[in-house]
Nanobody, 126 residues
Framework: QVQLVESGGGSVQAGGSLRLSCVNGGYTDSNYCMGWFRQAPGKAREGVAVLDSDGSTTYADSVKGRFTVSKDNVKGTLYLQMNNLKPEDTAMYYC????????????????????WGQGTQVTVSS
């Protein structure tokens, strides 16, 4: 059974960096679309980055050039390297996964994802 546990959140100043990790406890093979979503106080949850089983990635425009999503295919751990953080990046960050999507259908659409972690808080001060 897929169980996602995030870690790595914290408080940093603007311009700083953090790396989030998401361990997939039920990882059995590499055929997962996995991603990161975030929700700021008073706002809807939004997609940040996704990584398909073939290694292709999609990023939200707001994080392009600053965030990098990657995955350890042996352990099934998903990472989000966040550089040049801005106060508007402050949010609860959630890891999400879906298994067995047809190739090319891994998108920043949260309804596509059936498994979610509990979230890790990222706070960026100015």
């Amino acid at each position: 059974q897929v169980q996602l546990v995030e870690s790595g959140g914290g408080s940093v100043q603007a311009g700083g960096s953090l790396r989030l990790s998401c361990v997939n406890g039920g990882y059995t093979d590499s055929n997962y679309c996995m991603g990161w979503f975030r929700q700021a106080p008073g706002k809807a949850r939004e997609g940040v980055a996704v990584l398909d089983s073939d290694g292709s990635t999609t990023y939200a425009d707001s994080v392009k050039g600053r965030f990098t999503v990657s995955k350890d295919n042996v352990k099934g751990t998903l990472y989000l390297q966040m550089n040049n953080l801005k106060p508007e990046d402050t949010a609860m960050y959630y890891c999400a996964a879906v298994h067995g999507l047809v190739g090319g259908n891994c998108h920043l659409v949260q309804d596509d994802f059936g498994y979610w972690g509990q979230g890790t808080q990222v706070t960026v001060s100015s």
